[in-house]
């Protein structure tokens, strides 16, 4: 294992290096996940871009249609930040049940987007959250929303040269309920067999916005507005929360690995899309 490690102390350095590397090069934030990439020699690059002495890239900032989250923002500042647990407390959920307080300290948010990899806590919950992602390179900006910057296994939309710069999060609608499931299928620290994060929203007991988002059981986490709306302008009875649930389970291509049968996982999407609505519905906040 060898390669080149460069450590920009600027982000138009590491755009440049991103730059005249291109493939050849990766991006090191936090390392918890590329570090064992490498030592299992699933990957191979040539450069390794070290963003850690980059300033001001790791901030939780409120403002008033939302909140920006810098890429190096750990897990562990944003389970613990009270502005994310005030406001957006499925994504402090979320971001709490990745693996273990020491991983917490040291994963990113934007390594954890950027790693794209299926079996993980906060991309679900940003995905029912509405996020977009901020890529910059030296030619320039972009906003993704979350549903296109994911692709598939361990793939984004991000181009070589570009580097997630930030994660923007909108306000949710006031009073909305929200909640996160995570179902493990071996140890208390184990990634998600299968994973769901719901936000919605009421009028008195009636359902006006309902967006529910399902992980860990398929390539990418995936929202299914048809589905969704099923609940818009209704109120969530036992019937109704059956259907949602049954919508979601026969229309996700469910994969197999060592967590869980495809089989097992539809199961389970069903079980869980139940319990996450019983829950919006009783007033979970």
Same mark, same amino acid.
Request: proline content about 6%.
């Given at each position: 294992?060898?390669?080149?490690?460069?450590?920009?102390?600027?982000?138009?350095?590491?755009?440049?290096?991103?730059?005249?590397?291109?493939?050849?090069?990766?991006?090191?934030?936090?390392?918890?996940?590329?570090?064992?990439?490498?030592?299992?020699?699933?990957?191979? #690059?040539?450069?390794?871009?070290?963003?850690? $002495?980059?300033?001001?890239?790791?901030?939780?900032?409120?403002?008033? &249609?939302?909140?920006?989250?810098? #890429?190096?923002?750990?897990?562990?500042?944003?389970? $613990?930040?009270?502005?994310?647990?005030?406001?957006?407390?499925?994504?402090?959920?979320?971001?709490?049940?990745?693996?273990?307080? $020491?991983?917490?300290?040291?994963?990113?948010?934007?390594?954890?987007?950027?790693?794209?990899?299926?079996?993980?806590? #906060? #991309?679900?919950?940003?995905?029912?959250?509405?996020?977009?992602?901020?890529?910059?390179?030296?030619?320039?900006?972009?906003?993704?929303?979350?549903?296109?910057?994911?692709?598939?296994?361990?793939?984004? &939309?991000?181009?070589?040269?570009?580097?997630?710069?930030?994660?923007?999060?909108?306000?949710?609608?006031?009073?909305?309920?929200?909640?996160?499931?995570?179902?493990?299928?071996?140890?208390?620290?184990?990634?998600?067999?299968?994973?769901?994060?719901?936000?919605?929203?009421?009028?008195?007991?009636?359902?006006?916005?309902?967006?529910?988002?399902?992980?860990?059981?398929?390539?990418?986490?995936?929202?299914?507005?048809?589905?969704?709306?099923?609940?818009?302008?209704?109120?969530?009875?036992?019937?109704?929360?059956?259907?949602?649930?049954?919508?979601?389970? &026969?229309?996700?291509?469910?994969?197999? &690995?060592?967590?869980?049968?495809?089989?097992?996982?539809?199961?389970?999407?069903?079980?869980?899309?139940?319990?996450?609505?019983?829950?919006?519905?009783?007033? $979970?906040?």
């Amino acid at each position: 294992m060898s390669f080149e490690l460069l450590q920009p102390d600027s982000l138009p350095g590491a755009l440049k290096a991103l730059a005249q590397h291109g493939d050849e090069a990766k991006v090191l934030a936090g390392g918890t996940a590329i570090v064992l990439m490498l030592q299992q020699k699933l990957i191979a #690059p040539t450069v390794l871009v070290s963003v850690g $002495r980059i300033p001001d890239l790791a901030y939780i900032r409120s403002e008033p &249609d939302g909140i920006h989250v810098g #890429p190096l923002t750990t897990l562990r500042d944003m389970e $613990r930040s009270l502005v994310i647990q005030t406001h957006f407390p499925l994504l402090a959920q979320a971001s709490g049940e990745v693996g273990n307080i $020491r991983v917490r300290n040291q994963a990113t948010l934007g390594g954890n987007l950027a790693e794209a990899d299926y079996a993980s806590d #906060p #991309p679900t919950a940003l995905l029912a959250l509405g996020t977009q992602i901020t890529a910059t390179s030296l030619r320039g900006e972009r906003t993704i929303p979350l549903e296109d910057f994911l692709i598939g296994f361990y793939t984004t &939309d991000l181009e070589p040269d570009e580097l997630i710069t930030d994660v923007f999060i909108p306000a949710s609608a006031p009073g909305s309920r929200t909640t996160y499931l995570k179902y493990r299928s071996r140890s208390s620290e184990d990634r998600p067999c299968a994973c769901v994060a719901a936000i919605a929203a009421f009028e008195a007991e009636t359902c006006t916005d309902l967006r529910v988002a399902v992980g860990a059981a398929s390539e990418v986490p995936q929202r299914l507005p048809a589905v969704e709306n099923l609940a818009r302008g209704q109120a969530l009875t036992d019937e109704l929360i059956g259907e949602i649930a049954a919508g979601y389970a &026969d229309n996700i291509d469910t994969l197999e &690995d060592i967590r869980g049968s495809a089989w097992y996982r539809t199961q389970m999407i069903r079980i869980h899309v139940v319990r996450a609505l019983e829950e919006l519905r009783n007033g $979970r906040r």
